[in-house]
């Protein structure tokens, strides 16, 4: 239904204006953090896992061996713990959002700062996963390492926390989980020589894109590695 606004009603006019404004971003939020958030953290883990062949080689044998050559069941996704690792690791060390923000419902004293009702105040995801003292060597991509890391409720939030978590984080980890699943048996992506440099607010991208080869999964992990350039190598230690 399309409603007719007069403009010698500013009123009615303005009301418009916010409704259409509030439509707009109830639109965009879908986009922003279902499509976007997904995307991005499956583009950081090829990109990883093209600089990292043993991970790489690991990864495509549990998949091998688990699924046999059909698409993952929610069931086999459980039996799959380097694919859950790899992705923890991804979105820790390149969380697709970096970071997050609130609005202080009452005056507050946090760290010795007085924060008045009505602040926002902004917290860096992408700085609690690089904390040394939570995460040993935090730019090193090392899924290993969540064998034994078992973070706290706000020392590990690529999907936020708290009451506002994020609702989709299930669906997400389930949706990249079987994606990489169906695509790392089938081709092996071969990472060109480029400069990437991480884009974008509130969700962090490849500036850009990234510039690799679709091979047939022909287990040459060691191809592509090394020559990637760019701030991205302010994030992660990557190969020369």
């Given at each position: 239904m399309i409603e007719t606004i007069s403009t010698s009603d500013p009123m009615r006019v303005a009301r418009g204006v916010m409704r259409a404004m509030k439509l707009l971003g109830h639109v965009g939020s879908p986009f922003a953090a279902g499509h976007e958030t997904s995307g991005n953290a499956l583009t950081w883990t090829l990109l990883l896992l093209s600089q990292h062949p043993q991970v790489a080689s690991d990864l495509v044998d549990e998949l091998e061996g688990e699924l046999r050559g059909e698409p993952p069941t929610v069931e086999q996704l459980g039996r799959l713990p380097l694919l859950e690792n790899v992705l923890k690791e991804s979105m820790r060390i390149?969380?697709?959002?970096?970071?997050?923000?609130?609005?202080?419902?009452?005056?507050?004293?946090?760290?010795?700062?007085?924060?008045?009702?009505?602040?926002?105040?902004?917290?860096?995801?992408?700085?609690?996963?690089?904390?040394?003292e939570l995460y040993p060597e935090p730019e090193r991509f090392d899924p290993g390492r969540w064998e034994t890391t078992d973070p706290g409720t706000y020392e590990y939030i690529p999907f936020n926390a708290g009451p506002r978590r994020c609702i989709g984080a299930s669906f997400a980890m389930m949706e990249i989980k079987?994606?990489?699943?169906?695509l790392l048996r089938r081709y092996r992506l071969e990472s060109l020589p480029q400069k990437v440099d991480r884009f974008g607010f509130p969700v962090i991208s490849p500036k850009g894109?990234?510039?690799?080869?679709?091979?047939?999964?022909?287990?040459?992990?060691?191809?592509?590695?090394?020559?990637?350039?760019?701030?991205?190598?302010?994030?992660v230690k990557l190969p020369a």
């Open positions: 390149i969380p697709p959002a970096p970071v997050t923000w609130r609005r202080a419902a009452h005056s507050i004293e946090v760290g010795g700062y007085e924060i008045p009702e009505g602040t926002e105040v902004y917290a860096s995801i992408y700085e609690t996963h690089h904390m040394p079987v994606v990489l699943a169906v894109g990234l510039q690799m080869v679709v091979h047939r999964q022909d287990r040459r992990f060691g191809r592509g590695v090394g020559g990637i350039r760019g701030n991205v190598r302010e994030m």
